[in-house]
């Protein structure tokens, strides 16, 4: 089993810049696929960014070229570094594991963190 934490999010200005981490319990961290996922009010949950075990990354088309996803092993955390944020990245987000390959629908996850919210002010 493994228990996440999501951590970084904030109210910033559009143009700004944001690091979210996601600290993973569990002795298995580096055998996870891990993504990142979002849902804004209103909407549904949308995929953000993915990497693999053996760091194979993907990202959604809205946000390619702008955030940048990674991982430490030893640390047994996943990162999201978003630049050029824009006031529609507003949502809560959240970190999810797979013990599968990485996809990009929620379901392909087996555990997820409770979420973080980020708000980008125009």
């Known amino acids: 089993q493994v228990q996440l934490v999501e951590s970084g999010g904030g109210l910033v200005q559009a143009g700004g810049s944001l690091r979210l981490s996601c600290a993973a319990s569990?002795?298995?961290?580096?055998?996870?696929?891990m993504g990142w996922f979002r849902q804004a009010p209103g909407k549904e949950r949308e995929f953000v960014a993915a990497?693999?075990?053996?760091?194979?990354?993907s990202y959604a088309d809205s946000v390619k070229d702008r955030f940048a996803i990674s991982r430490d092993n030893a640390k047994n955390t996943m990162y999201l570094q978003m630049n050029s944020l824009k006031p529609e990245d507003t949502a809560v987000y959240a970190c999810?594991?797979?013990?599968?390959?990485?996809?990009?629908?929620?379901?392909?996850?087996?555990?997820w963190g409770q979420g973080t919210q980020v708000t980008v002010s125009s």
């Open positions: 990497i693999s075990w053996d760091y194979i990354t």
């Open positions: 999810a594991a797979t013990q599968g390959r990485t996809r990009k629908t929620a379901g392909g996850y087996d555990y």
């Open positions: 569990g002795r298995t961290f580096s055998y996870y696929g």
